[in-house]
């Protein structure tokens, strides 16, 4: 059960123990009947656990975990924590507290870089030992219970069970608590600097004492920002080390087509991601200022949107991929040819996949006909549709791995809903021909298409997890048919299969919140394909766009405190207590830019701008030097620009950490460097870009060390050194906007992401972005039209400045 404090006093009823539970989230729920007396992380726990002077047990886990760690989960549940000496040792010897991850992702990634650190490995569950004041003591992932089969593992390989632990750290700090202490605080200071990342940099280009961050405090200094920011000029390059230049893309470029796998795409080996950053930054290369190319080179610029659109159509023809119900994409594969998921479906990975189809498809053609259109579709139809979409209007985080293979079914199996045995797979479709052709399709085998050697526990034996290894016109020819009646067999196949699959089997379990920054990324990625769409197919990109504006308003109106100033992170019936982290506040700012330059709305940017003050204010590294009477060896910041990741300070948190480093999700930083030149120039403001060139200096000593990790900041290193283009477009009040503009709009809408580009879109002389930059006054009065910032000023495009 999730106890209230002090819980081993009796009389606690049924409905209280609810009511504690539904102010949490699903993984927490999960652990509600459990016979630990779980806690939350609170001042009131840590209050009994130093009066108690009892050592802290910390399960982090989340709902939809991989398939081998929801299996850890539950065996962990079942073996350990409902063993009934297990669970009253920890009751009565520890204070057991519980953490979903994805509530407090910084709690996690401060004690998984421990366990890593000690263990060499990580994982879910977390299991963590700690001090009433959180240093750790002992860590690991799955330990199994008492007289349970010992897994292979450095715990279990030596015998060891979670009960045998548990006996073991009650002795030791029984007996040792004073050596206990004293190596959980310099495991604290080796921790700290472990997590240096972002505090070397000692470079200043503005001072914070000097900086208003009211909204008039971004005041009309339109005229500098576009000359100064915007322009490759010296005075540009000065602000960004000099150190930091071009050359550095051109060494990351090198390193990643050095890990390239050419037979499977992706990269290294084994298990393997997405990497939405590094594919993102492949696919920029060709499409930054022509300066970029001539240092990378043209042949590498072209094989790297090779690689990049290799890369996404194994991905979107292997295992990951949801091939009969369009629902997405599972996280990960654990193997290198995209054959076998992991089965768990988190939104913040599918949005990021939406953008890059998007920008795979505007290059590879940008029509209904062309590469990666399908899967284009399917995923912006995933999000702006229920389950993941949700009746409020804001998106759910993620979806299970495992669930029920049939209704009634009493144990869940991992994948379930995704898998086919032959058998079943040919009486869904009913015709021996058109079932043959759609098996070679989807490569379904009698004894199923999971390797042995792939499935050690048997798990897949006869399943068949849907996959095309073969083109529709090898097919053809293979079956003596046209390509176009593959296609219809395959369009059959999939609309029974998928009717047969909601009829007959239950789908995953959703987690319901709705995380403030995820859905950031989902309704940027939702505003650039509406805007792509917008003359291809009208009604798609209305639907797309409505659920994009229907979530940015409920994340305001939900997460978002106006009078406080303060964007919380978790929604799930009611909103949640934690604030919203660095990351929550550069994914929904993006996402709000780019919902601006789909829809010419000023009130995304006014948000826009909230949240970036707000940001700073929390968030942001001040250059100005701190003094600290903490106990704590170090001060709570570096004073070193940039953004750490938790505010100061932030409950719980024994460390602040900065993230720069790309990893399966773009870094905060580095999108933060973003946002900040791209409303800079949009609000006319000289602090924003200021703070950019500033941050990207917070990281130059790793980014120089190792470039190819850092392929976002090394986008803003771009944008520091060669600036962007501007576009603005002043709408016709009457709606009859001319041929020009229309062309343009197609044209700016039809982009791959590439360099920084600002499109202001202009209804009259009183907006928003008129006040902040005056220069545009001069445009409105010209009247309606469309125009380029070109030499310092704006001037009417031409022919060829809108040609697509």
Not at 15 to 40: I, T
Not at 317 to 345: A, M, N
Not at 624 to 644: D, H, I, K, Q, W
Not at 715 to 732: Q, T, Y
Request: hydrophobic share 40%; proline share 6%; aromatic share 8%.
């Amino acid at each position: 059960m999730v106890a209230p404090k002090l819980m081993q006093q009796p009389g606690l009823t049924a409905a209280a123990l609810e009511s504690s539970a539904r102010q949490l989230n699903p993984y927490v729920q999960s652990h509600a009947n459990s016979p630990v007396a779980w806690q939350l992380l609170d001042d009131e726990t840590i209050a009994l656990a130093k009066r108690e002077n009892k050592l802290i047990f910390l399960n982090i886990g989340f709902k939809a975990a991989s398939a081998d760690a929801l299996a850890d989960c539950r065996l962990t549940s079942i073996e350990s924590f409902s063993h009934p000496e297990c669970a009253a040792l920890l009751n009565q010897d520890f204070v057991p507290v519980i953490i979903d991850r994805e509530e407090r992702p910084d709690i996690d990634t401060i004690y998984m870089n421990y366990v890593q650190a000690v263990n060499g490995a990580g994982g879910w569950p977390l299991n963590l030992f700690l001090t009433p004041e959180l240093e750790p003591v002992f860590g690991g992932t799955y330990w199994p219970g008492p007289g349970a089969r010992l897994k292979t593992g450095p715990e279990e390989e030596e015998g060891v069970d979670f009960l045998t632990i548990l006996k073991k750290l009650t002795k030791v700090w029984q007996e040792q608590e004073a050596r206990c202490r004293q190596e959980a605080r310099e495991v604290l200071v080796k921790l700290r600097e472990f997590a240096a990342e972002g505090t070397l940099g000692t470079r200043s280009t503005v001072q914070m004492s000097k900086i208003g961050l009211s909204s008039s405090s971004t005041a009309p200094v339109a005229s500098a920002v576009l000359t100064e920011h915007l322009q490759p000029t010296k005075s540009s390059d000065a602000d960004v080390s000099s150190e930091l230049d071009l050359d550095q893309l051109e060494e990351a470029y090198s390193h990643i087509a050095g890990t390239f796998d050419p037979i499977y795409g992706g990269f290294g080996l084994a298990p393997k991601f997405t990497v939405p950053a590094k594919l993102s930054f492949l696919l920029r290369l060709p499409h930054y200022l022509s300066p970029v190319q001539d240092v990378v080179g043209p042949t590498e610029c072209a094989h790297a949107t090779e690689m990049a659109l290799f890369t996404l159509r194994k991905i979107s023809d292997g295992g990951l991929r949801d091939h009969v119900g369009g629902c997405g994409f599972s996280r990960y594969s654990i193997t290198p040819d995209w054959s076998i998921p992991h089965f768990e479906k988190l939104t913040v990975d599918n949005a990021l996949l939406l953008g890059l189809y998007l920008d795979a498809w505007l290059i590879s053609n940008g029509d209904k006909d062309g590469a990666f259109y399908d899967v284009l579709i399917e995923l912006a139809d995933y999000f702006s549709s229920p389950p993941v979409r949700l009746p409020h209007g804001g998106f759910a985080s993620s979806e299970a791995a495992d669930s029920y293979y049939r209704r009634g079914d009493k144990e869940m199996r991992e994948g379930a809903y995704n898998l086919w045995t032959r058998k079943e797979f040919d009486a869904v479709i009913g015709n021996d021909h058109e079932a043959n052709i759609a098996a070679t399709y989807w490569n379904i085998r009698e004894h199923g298409n999971v390797e042995p050697d792939q499935d050690p526990n048997d798990e897949f034996m006869n399943q068949n997890i849907p996959r095309v290894l073969k083109e529709k016109g090898e097919i053809g020819r293979m079956f003596g048919v046209s390509t176009e009646e593959v296609d219809r067999v395959i369009k059959s196949a999939k609309r029974k299969l998928k009717a047969h699959r909601e009829k007959e089997r239950v789908r995953p379990e959703l987690d319901d919140k709705v995380i403030a920054g995820w859905n950031g990324l989902v309704i940027g990625a939702l505003s650039r394909t509406a805007a792509a769409l917008r003359t291809i197919d009208p009604e798609k990109s209305g639907n797309y766009l409505g659920a994009a504006i229907q979530a940015a308003d409920f994340v305001r109106s939900h997460l978002w405190d106006p009078q406080e100033k303060v964007l919380y992170r978790i929604y799930r019936g009611v909103r949640g207590h934690t604030k919203a982290f660095a990351d929550d506040h550069a994914y929904l700012i993006e996402g709000l830019i780019d919902l601006y330059e789909a829809t010419g709305e000023e009130n995304c940017l006014l948000f826009a701008d909230e949240l970036q003050q707000t940001q700073i204010n929390l968030f942001y590294d001040d250059l100005t030097p701190v003094s600290t009477t903490s106990p704590n060896t170090l001060p709570a910041r570096s004073s070193c620009g940039a953004f750490y990741t938790t505010p100061d300070p932030t409950p719980h948190a024994i460390l602040r950490l900065k993230d720069g480093m790309d990893t399966s999700i773009p870094a905060t930083n580095a999108i933060g460097v973003s946002n900040l030149f791209r409303l800079g120039v949009t609000l006319g403001s000289e602090t924003y870009p200021a703070l950019a060139r500033e941050t990207i200096n917070a990281f130059e000593a790793e980014v120089l060390q190792y470039p190819w990790l850092f392929p976002g900041l090394l986008s803003g290193v771009v944008s520091a050194r060669l600036g962007g283009k501007i576009w603005a477009i002043v709408r016709d009040p009457a709606g009859n906007d001319g041929e020009t503009t229309h062309k343009l709009l197609t044209k700016l809408y039809g982009e791959a992401r590439g360099g920084l580009r600002n499109i202001f879109i202009i209804k009259t002389e009183n907006d928003l972005v008129v006040q902040r930059n005056p220069p545009l006054a001069d445009i409105v009065k010209q009247g309606p039209g469309a125009y380029i910032f070109d030499n310092g000023h704006f001037r009417p495009c031409t022919k060829t400045d809108v040609e697509y």
